[in-house]
């Protein structure tokens, strides 16, 4: 599988979020799956690639030109792209990829996540996204997403856009028992009247498992 790892640069955080990227890396690479992430050398994400690498795993940087000039690039990669821009980073972050997994960061990383799931929820991205919750850190997020489903800005269907794990090591299970998202998923993307029919979203037998 090709995934695709939202993560951060800080060097600052708690060391925990270090090696709980790095223990990602390692897992998803002992799995065979190629990683594809921002392209960074510091902070998780240098943590999650080196963790990866360390066990022989394909990783793929993308950076926008503006780092590569400043030399925040992983000197390590199987690949590294360098591309335009910042938009032009998370197009090819997405692209292709079979699942998303989100890492604790910092506002780039929140706003690539959204994006994922704003996609979803539109039917332009179908597949699973993972939260990991290291120290708690989704957990905040994971309530204020619900609140949205309680407050009827989104439908209770969308609650199984992403799931949430609490290691590293949840990870790949939580790809493998996602449920397939519904084709249909654009037509229900409008909050509707809670008495309305639901959607089903079901199990898709043909997909990866890792």
Not at 199 to 209: H, K, W
């Amino acid at each position: 599988m090709r995934i695709c790892v939202y993560c951060a640069s800080s060097s600052q955080s708690h060391p925990e979020y270090r090696e709980s990227a790095r223990r990602l890396g390692g897992v998803l690479a002992q799995a065979g799956c190629t990683i594809v992430y921002g392209g960074g050398t510091a902070g998780s994400m240098g943590a999650l690639a080196d963790g990866a690498l360390a066990q022989g795993g394909a990783v793929v940087g993308i950076l926008p030109r503006f780092m590569a000039d400043l030399e925040w690039g992983h000197p390590g990669l199987t690949t590294l792209h360098v591309v335009e821009d910042m938009r032009e980073r998370k197009h090819r972050l997405l692209a292709d990829s079979d699942a998303v997994i989100a890492l604790p960061g910092g506002c780039g990383t929140l706003e690539e996540l959204m994006e994922a799931i704003t996609l979803k929820r539109l039917g332009l991205y179908f597949k699973p996204i993972v939260l990991v919750n290291t120290r708690g850190f989704y957990a905040p997020l994971q309530g204020f997403l619900r609140d949205m489903i309680d407050e009827r800005f989104m439908n209770p269907e969308h609650a199984r856009m992403w799931s949430l794990v609490e290691s590293p090591e949840d990870v790949l299970p939580a790809i493998q028992a996602a449920p397939q998202w519904d084709p249909a998923a654009r037509s229900f993307a409008v909050v509707r009247d809670p008495a309305a029919r639901s959607f089903a979203v079901v199990r898709d037998p043909a997909a990866p498992t890792g």
